[in-house]
């Protein structure tokens, strides 16, 4: 093959390459490594604003394929408009979903156990008893049934539950389940002690939560966001949360990062982290394995992984 390949990952660093492309580093900074009309495979700087890494395509003239480090491919779609027709884009399912789950427990846990008021407490050296909800016997709804959502199920399984409902764009059965379509969401949301969303965040699914969403859930219910910041309308939320009804454990908002006085901060009930969902220690190893395969199935022409659309025809 000809043509290079830009990656946010040192090429050095990513044992197994394929032999035959020329290699460039390129992680978002003001200077390009080479002409971006020479570039065939496009790897996105990751967790850079949307805006870099849309930056170089209006001048990728040849390339084929645009590779996210991210589940979802939301901030670089809109560059893609720039590309000739036959671009793929690729995400990274397989890399993210150990560590979002993980943290998806880590807020449910959190949040019903208190743990936030523990640490303000031993703060001011104050022993702070009492009852608390359990996970154990509730009820939770899975917003999102991709790979993500079902690695959230994985973890949720050793937890006792009541019952675990999945919802997605289109209905489906599962090892685990019937997966509803989003059209039953609003019969499923009065019967769920804990809503997770993990949806792509799309067209159908901005502002998904808004205030029929909300007011629907059940009374004393949690709400956990690790998709996407505008999947939640936040002004409807905000308007919730200050009733005491409902409360959020939120990875992600709208905006981001969360302004120093947005009032979501200080909004009762609700504990956020700063979309820490993906960067972790499992991330770049995983990430590595992922560009080797993609990049070796490339190289070889053959059919490439995780591929979310082609410019000009949209794969389901």
């Known amino acids: 093959m000809t043509g290079d390949v830009w990656l946010p990952i040192p ?147 050793p937890f006792e539950l009541a019952r675990v409902a999945r919802v997605a764009r289109s209905e ?25 969303l993990s949806t792509p965040l799309t067209e159908t699914t901005r502002h998904l939560v808004n205030a029929d969403f909300l007011a629907r859930m059940k009374d004393g219910a949690l709400l956990v966001n690790v998709a996407r910041g505008p999947v939640v309308d936040t002004k409807a939320l905000l308007a919730e949360l200050e009733t005491g009804r409902v409360t959020a454990a939120l990875d992600v908002t709208d905006p981001e990062p969360l302004p120093r006085e947005h009032p979501l901060w200080r909004a009762p009930g609700v504990l956020v982290s700063p979309h820490v969902g993906g960067p972790t220690s499992a991330f770049l190893p995983r990430a590595k394995r992922l560009l080797v ?11 490439l992984r995780n591929v979310i659309l082609t410019t000009g025809a949209t794969h389901v």
């Not at 570039?39 to 001048?59: D, E, H, I, T």
């Not at 997966?179 to 009065?190: N, Q, R, S």
């Not at 395969?293 to 059919?303: A, Y």
């Open 11 to 157: 090429p050095d660093e990513i044992e197994g390459l394929p032999k035959g492309p020329d290699y460039r580093f390129w992680d978002g900074a003001e200077d390009f490594p080479a002409d971006p009309a020479d570039c065939a495979f496009y790897v996105v700087p990751y967790m850079k604003p949307p805006a870099l890494g849309q930056r170089p395509l209006p001048r990728m003239s040849s390339v084929e394929v645009v590779q996210t480090l991210s589940a979802g491919v939301d901030h670089v779609e809109p560059g893609l408009a720039h590309l000739r027709p036959g671009v793929r884009l690729c995400n990274a399912r397989g890399v993210h979903e150990a560590s979002t789950a993980e943290l998806t427990l880590t807020l449910i846990l959190a949040s019903l156990r208190g743990i936030p008021d523990f640490v303000r407490a031993q703060d001011r050296g104050e022993w702070l008893g009492g009852f608390r909800p359990a996970l154990a016997d509730k009820s939770v709804l899975i917003v999102g049934y991709g790979s993500i959502g079902a690695a959230i199920e994985d973890r949720l399984e």
């Open 293 to 303: 395969d993609q990049l070796s199935r490339f190289v070889n022409r053959e059919p």
């Open 172 to 196: 489906r059965t599962t090892a685990r389940g019937p997966v509803h379509p989003l059209t039953e969401l609003p019969a499923l949301l009065p019967e769920a002690d804990v809503v997770i």
